[in-house]
């Protein structure tokens, strides 16, 4: 009775709400193959950096989102310390390697990724009041400050901050390819295709989130071609 409870239930096996987010785990799963198995060499800093952020707002949109996705939630917190773990491995082979240069990179990242906090930080304080604001006039802005995707709700920032994924592969689009990632151009463009269909069956239906999905899919597809042809069709 429990396992066809499960199975029939909203965010179960025979649903979107069950593929999509088991699709994220990918991404937490290949920073784990990358961490165990693969030189830091290949790292990617920057798409580390951006999958934290990413992640982190993720795991706020899965506890808001209807149905409520549990499975979300733990992939995306997975990947935080998955992607946490390979900016350690980032900093420790940048300093061993390039001892002159090394330390002021990573000190360098490390007061932008301060400051990117301190003005999340202050986006969130200063977001209710300026909402209340909003909400007592007419038209347009205050549609958008109670639209329940709208700049003041977690429904609109996770979605669209992942255009920053493919805003970073648009950054690697001719990176080498023995430092290109397999596993995570792989994960990347899966769930980018699988989100595609979340977005319409998620509670308020997400269009930013398949526009920005559809663009993942595609920038992320490409690099794993170029991954793909490189390791298995040119030699």
């Given at each position: 009775?429990?396992?066809?409870?499960?199975l029939n239930s909203p965010t179960g096996p025979m649903t979107t709400h069950f593929w999509g987010p088991v699709a994220n785990w990918g991404l937490a799963a290949s920073g784990m193959y990358d961490a165990a198995l693969k030189g830091p060499e290949i790292i990617n800093e920057r798409m580390s950096a951006t999958q934290i952020l990413y992640s982190g707002l993720f795991v706020r949109f899965a506890w808001a989102v209807q149905p409520r996705n549990y499975i979300l939630?733990?992939?995306?917190?997975?990947?935080?310390?998955?992607?946490?773990?390979?900016?350690?491995?980032?900093?420790?082979?940048?300093?061993?390697?390039?001892?002159?240069?090394?330390?002021?990179?990573?000190?360098?990242?490390?007061?932008?990724?301060?400051?990117?906090?301190?003005?999340?930080?202050?986006?969130?304080?200063?977001?209710?009041?300026?909402?209340?604001?909003?909400?007592?006039?007419?038209?347009?802005?205050?549609?958008?400050?109670?639209?329940?995707?709208?700049?003041?709700?977690?429904?609109?920032?996770?979605?669209?901050?992942?255009?920053?994924?493919?805003?970073?592969?648009?950054?690697?689009?001719?990176?080498?390819?023995?430092?290109?990632?397999?596993?995570?151009?792989?994960?990347?463009?899966?769930?980018?295709?699988?989100?595609?269909?979340?977005?319409?069956?998620?509670?308020?239906?997400?269009?930013?989130?398949?526009?920005?999905?559809?663009?993942?899919?595609?920038?992320?597809?490409?690099?794993?071609?170029?991954?793909?042809?490189?390791?298995?069709?040119?030699?």
């Amino acid at each position: 009775m429990a396992l066809a409870a499960f199975l029939n239930s909203p965010t179960g096996p025979m649903t979107t709400h069950f593929w999509g987010p088991v699709a994220n785990w990918g991404l937490a799963a290949s920073g784990m193959y990358d961490a165990a198995l693969k030189g830091p060499e290949i790292i990617n800093e920057r798409m580390s950096a951006t999958q934290i952020l990413y992640s982190g707002l993720f795991v706020r949109f899965a506890w808001a989102v209807q149905p409520r996705n549990y499975i979300l939630a733990s992939c995306h917190t997975a990947n935080v310390m998955a992607q946490g773990n390979q900016l350690r491995r980032w900093a420790e082979y940048k300093i061993q390697t390039e001892p002159e240069t090394g330390p002021s990179t990573v000190r360098n990242a490390g007061i932008m990724a301060a400051g990117v906090a301190a003005g999340i930080t202050a986006m969130v304080v200063a977001s209710t009041p300026i909402q209340n604001s909003l909400k007592g006039g007419s038209g347009f802005l205050a549609r958008m400050a109670t639209h329940p995707a709208g700049p003041f709700y977690i429904h609109f920032w996770a979605p669209n901050f992942k255009w920053a994924l493919s805003i970073n592969n648009l950054m690697d689009y001719d990176r080498p390819t023995d430092k290109i990632s397999l596993s995570m151009t792989s994960a990347l463009t899966l769930t980018g295709l699988i989100f595609m269909r979340w977005s319409f069956v998620i509670t308020p239906v997400n269009y930013s989130l398949f526009a920005v999905n559809c663009a993942l899919s595609s920038s992320s597809g490409y690099l794993l071609a170029r991954k793909v042809k490189a390791d298995y069709f040119d030699k």
